[in-house]
């Protein structure tokens, strides 16, 4: 009945946006007083397999603290405003006008990655709207995470499996909700609650799928469903008793061959979907990238493969998204801009000619610090062969100038400034401080985490490096023509 009913809905859903314009304009105001100055981006999720955030668009946070962001869709997307490196989730809904008062924890503001220790932007809607989305879906989220933390020691370590009865009576008596594949706010709670079921469920993976998987329905932009599909397909093709093992590695390691890799996968009969297995095949392949049982370059030609052959767009996207992430793990460091101690733009391009060894730091962390006396030496020894680089990111530009006007003269190497680029650093996945990478005399990336000083990069220098050994100071070496 459940499918019949989807056919119906889908139709009826398909009929009614057919007049409507491709995209609905959204428009964010807001005001953040605590940033003026700094810029403010709004990041949207277009590809929630792989949890990949986009720019959809920035705005310069005024003298006042004001700002104004604008940007088109046609689907409800999960968003994320982003001011330095601090953030706030909400969903964004097309045709929507958003006013927002933006606050932060200043104490944390100034961290290289603040989510780390519970800081994030808080965004406050003046016109408190219970039927706007968001306000809903906040007020269910936090009520569901409340019964969860109460009752989690007794789901995941207890034995009394009426446990998970009394935490959706819990629920449901303040929240109900239905497989709705029609309805946002519907499907993120029916999906969020699939997480107990998990719980529950565990040794009946057969339930679970014709519960939330067994229907023609792939919510991609709803984060509870992927969430949900994310956890249940998590190393599916590897761990299916229905899947070949022999067959899943010569379709990878030996010869990409795709076809084959499809049909094999069908013979399980939770993937009987042509559209949910080639979503599963594709997410499988993705988290083969880093197993170094499989082959990496023939995983990517077979997401080439499918890319070139698929019938669902959206899974073109997710393959792009994934494939220009990995690009830009390795892009040519000639995109990036820097700031010099005088103020002008400088990149990583004037390099080249030698390997760049990148140290990132903050002029507050000690540590990094430390380590430029360890690279000081290094630069000394090994600078006619490797350009060694110092990155600053400190959020405030003023404490960078201040720490070249006291040490340039210490450390003869480049001491840079980042010129707020928080969008490379969140593609590189800067986190921790210090940081390093190593780009090749090309200016492409060899090693995204290089050696530290303190820890390896002597003896990588070593090895890479050896030191030249005049013949005649070399006591094996005998000059026969020396008298």
Known sequence: ??????????????????????????????????????????????????????????????????????????????????ICTSKAEFFIVPANHYTFNISVDSTLYQRLNPEKYGGFLHIENPNKDTADLNFKINRFSEYFKRVADAFSYQMIYGNDPTIYDTVRSEI????????????????????????????????????????YFDNDYILYNNPAYMSLFNQYYDGYLYYSPHISKDILSST????????????????????????????????????????????????????????????????????????????????????????????????????????????????????????????KELHAKYNEKVQFVSL??????????????????????PVIYFNEQYDWLMSQGVETLPDYMLFNADGTMQMRYAPAPEQGLTEFLQLYFPEEIEEDQNPLFYNRNKQ
């Open 392 to 413: 600053c990111v400190d959020p405030d530009k003023t404490n960078y100038q201040s720490f070249v006007k006291q040490y340039g003269k210490q450390f003869v190497w």
């Open 172 to 211: 449901s008596q303040h929240f109900e909700f239905q497989y709705n594949p029609a309805n946002f706010y519907q499907s993120y709670g029916f999906y969020t609650l699939g997480g107990i079921d998990m719980l529950q469920y565990r040794k009946k993976p057969a339930y679970l799928y014709e519960k």
């Open 1 to 82: 009945m459940r499918k019949r009913l989807g056919h119906i809905i889908l139709f009826l859903c398909l009929t009614a946006t057919v007049t409507l314009p491709a995209q609905s304009p959204v428009t964010i105001t807001g005001t953040a007083p605590f940033a003026a100055g700094k810029e403010i981006r709004l990041l949207v999720f277009n590809d929630l397999l792989n949890g990949i955030p986009t720019v959809a668009t920035t705005d310069i946070i005024d003298k006042h603290g004001r700002f104004s962001l604008k940007y088109a869709t046609t689907d409800i997307q999960l968003a994320q405003l982003a």
């Open 252 to 375: 990878i390691n030996e010869t990409p061959d795709y076809p084959t890799l499809f049909n094999e996968a069908g013979r399980d009969p939770k993937l009987t979907n042509a559209r949910l297995r080639e979503l599963v095949i594709i997410k499988n392949l993705i988290a083969f990238l880093d197993n170094k049982e499989f082959d990496r370059g023939n995983i990517i030609k077979l997401l080439q493969y499918i890319r070139t052959t698929s019938s669902f767009e959206k899974h073109i996207e997710l393959i792009d998204s994934k494939l220009n992430q990995l690009m830009a793990l390795r892009k040519n460091s000639e995109e990036l801009s820097f700031i010099d101690e005088k103020g002008h733009k400088t990149s990583l391009k004037q390099y080249q000619g030698k390997p760049v060894y990148l140290h990132i730091f903050q002029t507050d962390c000690i540590n990094c610090i430390r380590e430029m006396m360890i690279i």
